[in-house]
Nanobody, 126 residues
Framework: QVQLVESGGGLVQAGGSLRLSCAAS????????MGWFRQAPGKEREFVAG????????SYADSVKGRFTISRDNAKNTAYLQMNTLKPEDTAVYYC???????????????????WGQGTQVTVSS
């Protein structure tokens, strides 16, 4: 098990930027692929971005490609989600998730991840 704590959420105007952080503890961080998901009120949790355990592979939902960037610093046990050109439809609770991985394959399914943070609220005003 790895414990995950998100931070960096908040209220921002459309067109603005935020950087979310996900601090991990408990297990070797470099053994885990990381994902960011989000859940808006009344909607299912959806994949936003993922990164392989070494950081060499990334994957993004079509809705955020070109605007969001996922990264990780294994020395700091932290994953990041840089969000630029935010839109009101990006408003959601954002969760980071982790799964032990031995490959560079990144899953977009919530069921693939067995470690979750508590979430951080991102609100984008129009």
């Amino acid at each position: 098990q790895v414990q995950l704590v998100e931070s960096g959420g908040g209220l921002v105007q459309a067109g603005g930027s935020l950087r979310l952080s996900c601090a991990a503890s408990g297990r070797p961080f470099s053994s885990y692929a990381m994902g960011w998901f989000r859940q808006a009120p009344g909607k299912e949790r959806e994949f936003v971005a993922g990164i392989s355990r070494g950081g060499g592979s990334t994957s993004y939902a079509d809705s955020v490609k070109g605007r969001f960037t996922i990264s990780r610093d294994n020395a700091k046990n932290t994953a990041y989600l840089q969000m630029n050109t935010l839109k009101p439809e990006d408003t959601a609770v954002y969760y980071c998730a982790a799964v032990r991985s031995v490959t560079a394959v990144i899953s977009t399914r919530t069921s693939s991840y067995d470690n979750w943070g508590q979430g951080t609220q991102v609100t984008v005003s129009s």
